[in-house]
């Protein structure tokens, strides 16, 4: 803080030196009589000079980094989940989850700092308290703050119909996490819970939210295990709003080096086997493509202590709490690109009241 306004400081100074200067140079011309073309040339060729000087300026005031706004935040408020996939990327390295009423206060400051769409994630959201916390804070952000988008990112294992009675009508957009419509790959990748189906929790889900008026989100990660199949029927028939589809992503301390959870090196593909996913399922047009690069640097990510992760470097390097220190503080440790942000087309219509949900 301290250096800035030195630096700006100094800044205005020079500003002043040089118009003194020029002044001054001016006055002297003036002085003794030089009116001659030569003299003009002079003057002219010194003005410009000076504007020059003010441009530079100028423009380095304009790239003294800009506060990113958090438009579109994250917030991961658990770790713990009830499915073990193998490449998962925000693994239960705790068990904290905060108080609701503090967890309510960062939301506020969030809403203060400008943010239009919170969404929930997790672990998996609706463990905690059986989906009554995720559905309080759902509520909270939709009536109190008056979010134009609340949405949940969830693998739908634990959803009840009474959670739809309850909080649907708050609730924007749910997706719901699938890299598989054949059974046994979504074991393979860890992607369910004893021998419960997760393609009937996922067909169940989406009637719900027809019913409910929720629009209905797909997410999918490819890895080695699914890198292979055609889902275009199995989309077609959802009929989702967007279908996210991911490469996926190894987190250094998630699930690749020595403190991590999980191991997703064996899950790992290449940028061209991507492709060739994404080739195969151009025609689907609600699909929106993620590659590692734009996942790294262009989502806010809150974690359960509400701190900005920064990914840049391939591992989670927490900020300090946004309930400690503010939002407008900590953002600046949270690695955000936000043009990154607006490129991967993160601004987008999130808003059920203006869609037209025809089922
Ligand atoms: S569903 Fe899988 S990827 Fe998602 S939090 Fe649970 S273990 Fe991780």
């Not at 958090?70 to 904290?96: E, I, L």
């Not at 990914?311 to 990154?340: H, T, W, Y």
């Amino acid at each position: 803080m301290l250096l800035s306004t030195q630096i700006v400081f100094g800044k205005m100074l020079l500003q002043v030196c040089i118009t003194n200067l020029h002044s001054i140079f001016v006055s002297i011309l003036d002085w003794i009589g030089i009116s001659t073309g030569r003299g003009r040339a002079v003057r002219v060729a010194h003005k410009a000079a000076v504007r020059e000087v003010h441009r530079k300026t100028d423009k380095s005031e304009a790239v003294t980094p800009k506060i990113p706004t958090p438009t579109s935040v994250n917030y991961h408020f658990t770790r713990q989940c009830n499915y073990k996939c193998g490449f998962c990327f925000h693994t239960a390295k705790t068990s904290f989850v905060l108080p609701i009423e503090d967890a309510k206060r960062g939301l506020r400051l969030l809403k203060e700092s400008g943010m239009e769409k919170i969404n929930f994630s997790g672990g998996e959201p609706f463990l905690q308290e059986k989906g009554d916390f995720l559905g309080k804070l759902v509520q909270f952000c939709k009536q109190d703050l008056q979010l134009p988008s609340v949405s949940i990112v969830s693998n739908g294992s634990l959803i009840r119909e009474i959670w739809f009675q309850k909080y649907g009508d708050y609730l924007d957009i749910l997706a719901i996490s699938c890299d598989s419509f054949d059974e046994d790959t979504n074991k393979l990748i860890g992607r369910t819970q004893g021998r419960k189906s997760h393609l009937d929790n996922l067909y169940r889900v989406q009637s719900w939210c027809k019913d409910y008026k929720v629009a209905f989100k797909i997410n999918s990660v490819i890895n080695t295990f699914n890198v292979e199949e055609d889902m275009r029927e199995y989309i077609a028939e959802l009929s989702p709003v967007r279908w996210k589809v991911f490469q996926c992503l190894v987190i250094e301390g998630e699930n690749a080096g020595e403190n991590a959870l999980r191991e997703a090196e064996r899950f790992v593909i290449s940028d061209q086997q991507f492709q060739d996913f994404l080739d195969r399922h151009s025609d689907v047009t609600c699909l929106v493509p993620e590659s590692n690069q734009k996942m790294r640097d262009s989502y806010l990510i809150l974690d359960e202590y509400m701190r900005f992760l920064d990914c840049r470097e391939g591992r989670k390097d927490p900020s300090k709490s946004i309930l400690d220190v503010g939002v407008e503080n900590a953002i600046q440790f949270s690695g955000f690109d936000e043009k990154m942000f607006l490129k991967r087309g993160g601004k987008y219509m999130w808003s059920k009241a203006d869609m037209r949900l025809e089922w």
